[in-house]
């Protein structure tokens, strides 16, 4: 065997070589790209749901908020009913 056909296989073997490395590295690409998919995609899975349960809080905190002033508006307009009713009461003659 020639000295060149020597450094040809060399060569070629090289390239083998080569070839098997960026084979590999692209396939570990594939799988940090996947990991980092996954990982995004949990992320902001998590963030819409706490959203969600942010939503569903605030909602829940203005009806009870709502209620709240609804009933001390219905307590204030009782206590002036009653007030009115007695100076009423008041200035009409015994009798």
């Known amino acids: ?3 060149q056909e020597k450094q040809a296989l060399k060569e070629d073997k ?3 070589k080569r070839t098997a490395e960026e084979a590999g590295q692209l396939a570990k690409e594939q799988v940090r790209k996947k990991a980092y998919l996954a990982k995004e995609q949990a992320i902001e899975k ?3 749901a706490n959203k969600t349960k942010r939503s569903e809080k605030r ?3 203005e ?3 709502l209620a709240g ?6 307590a204030y307009l009782a206590r002036e009913k009653a ?3 007695s100076q009423e009461a008041k200035k009409q003659p015994p009798g």
């Open 46 to 48: 998590a963030w819409k």
């Open 63 to 65: 009806t009870g908020q």
């Open 1 to 3: 065997m020639t000295d």
């Open 59 to 61: 909602a829940a905190e």
């Open 14 to 16: 090289r390239k083998e």
């Open 83 to 85: 007030a009115a009713e």
């Open 69 to 74: 002033e609804q009933a001390r508006r219905e």
